[in-house]
Each structure stands twice: as structure tokens, then as C-alpha cells.
């Protein structure tokens, strides 16, 4: 079965500074996608990044950018420049390619400090 | 603007009701789904349908039910609300080609 593997509960950042959330994940299929998910509070889920595992060009989104290994099954998340706005819980999540649902990890709770 | 909503925002209601979270949707996706989310943040596929009159049971065992009668509708109902039913309730849809979801706002269900 496939797993999402967040091993950061938390972690804070400071302001205009630069943040990288881990994100490991199993599985035996050679074709899927990854994604980042952020959720403000009380606020709507929304996607920030999207990578197709048979790209090995990384995906980058303005601040957001992400690092692909694939072999390795690591699928972290950058966040450059960092913002208030930015303050969310991030969820990684996993699709193979023939299946629509999607799998997610815990989370992380990212804050950021003025 | 195409959206994804969910009605009530906020939902606090006692043992034994029953109650219909709504879901709906003006995007025209065919698939559908509803995630629970746990006070912990953690998010667990309870149902899905991939179109109209079809409906499966998601990977986390839940006593409610959903049905599918209108691509754009999605509701999700409890017959007998209990304390254990607290929690955040996430409708999402896909579209045919375009992996990822669209959410809506959520649900905070509290039964007392």
C-alpha cells in the first residue's frame, strides 16, 4: 500500500527567509503524481504544486519549488521569500497515475515569525 | 466563478439527529470525494463517487452515506449524529485529465 510520510509536525520560519518541508512516500508504481497541498486556518485547501513522477524537471511555482528523487521516494517542498500569508498546514499527497484518489500525509504546521 | 461549496460552515447539533452535509459543485467534475479530518489535521478518504448513481465506500470506515442523483451534488448524511461524528468534513472534486483536487471550505461538525 502506498504511504505519505510528513516527519516535520511543525516547524517556523522567519520572515523573507527561506524554509524546506520534508516529505517521503512509498510505493511500487513507476507512474503517479505528487502534490503540496497548503491549508490556512479556517480557510479552503488549496494545491501549490503539482509533479508528474515520469518529469524529472522539478516543479516550481513563483516562491514555491519542490525537489524530486525519485529513487529515493523524497518529495520536499522550498519556500523562498517567505511571507505571512504563507502560515498554513502543508500537506504532501501522492495519486498514482490509474487511480484518482489521493493520499495524505499528517501534515506540517508551518509558522512564520515576524 | 466555478466553485466547489459546502454548506453549513459550522454545525453544532446533539446525539441521536440526523443531519446532510451539502456538497455541490459548478464545475461539471465527475468525480467527488469526502475526506474526514481528524483533530490532529489528518485526512481520510470516507467516500468517493466517480459519476452520477455511483458511489464506493473510501479506505476509512464511516457510518454515513452519501449519494450521487446530480453530477453537481455530493451530500453526505448521518442518521443518528454522534459524539465520535465531531470532526471537519472536506468535499473535493477532480476533473477527467487534470490530476489534483478542488476543495471546498469544510464542514466543522461538533455533536454534544
Known amino acids: 500500500a502506498q504511504t505519505v510520510t510528513q516527519s516535520q509536525p511543525e516547524m517556523s520560519v522567519q520572515e523573507a527567509e527561506t524554509v524546506t518541508l520534508s516529505c517521503t512516500y512509498d510505493?511500487?508504481?513507476?507512474?503517479?503524481?505528487l502534490f503540496w497541498y497548503k491549508q490556512p486556518p479556517s480557510r479552503q485547501m488549496i494545491l501549490v504544486i503539482r509533479?508528474?513522477?515520469?518529469?524529472?524537471q522539478n516543479a516550481t511555482e513563483n516562491r514555491f519549488s519542490v525537489n524530486f528523487q525519485k529513487a529515493a521516494k523524497s518529495f520536499s517542498l522550498k519556500i523562498s521569500d517567505s511571507q505571512l500569508g504563507d502560515a498554513a498546514m502543508y500537506f504532501c499527497?501522492?495519486?498514482?497515475?490509474?487511480?484518482?484518489?489521493?493520499?495524505f500525509g499528517k501534515g506540517t504546521r508551518l509558522h512564520i515569525l515576524p | 466563478e466555478a466553485d466547489i461549496y459546502q454548506t453549513p460552515r459550522y454545525l453544532v447539533i446533539g446525539t441521536g439527529k440526523k443531519i446532510t452535509l451539502e456538497c455541490s459543485q459548478t464545475?461539471?467534475?465527475?468525480?467527488m470525494y469526502w475526506y474526514q479530518q481528524d483533530p490532529g489535521m489528518e485526512l481520510h478518504l470516507i467516500h468517493y463517487?466517480?459519476?452520477?448513481?455511483?458511489?464506493e465506500k473510501g479506505d476509512l470506515s464511516s457510518e454515513s452515506t452519501v449519494s450521487r442523483i446530480r453530477t453537481e451534488h455530493f451530500p453526505l448524511t448521518l442518521e443518528s449524529a454522534r459524539p465520535s461524528h465531531t470532526s471537519q468534513y472536506l468535499c473535493?472534486?477532480?476533473?477527467?485529465?487534470?490530476?489534483?483536487?478542488?476543495f471546498g471550505s469544510g464542514t466543522r461538525l461538533t455533536v454534544v
Open positions: 473535493a472534486s477532480s476533473e477527467v485529465g487534470r490530476p489534483g483536487y478542488t
Open positions: 510505493t511500487s508504481e513507476s507512474d503517479y503524481y
Open positions: 509533479q508528474e513522477a515520469y518529469k524529472q
Open positions: 499527497a501522492y495519486r498514482m497515475n490509474r487511480d484518482d484518489k489521493i493520499i
Open positions: 464545475m461539471g467534475h465527475d468525480k
Open positions: 463517487s466517480y459519476g452520477v448513481n455511483s458511489t
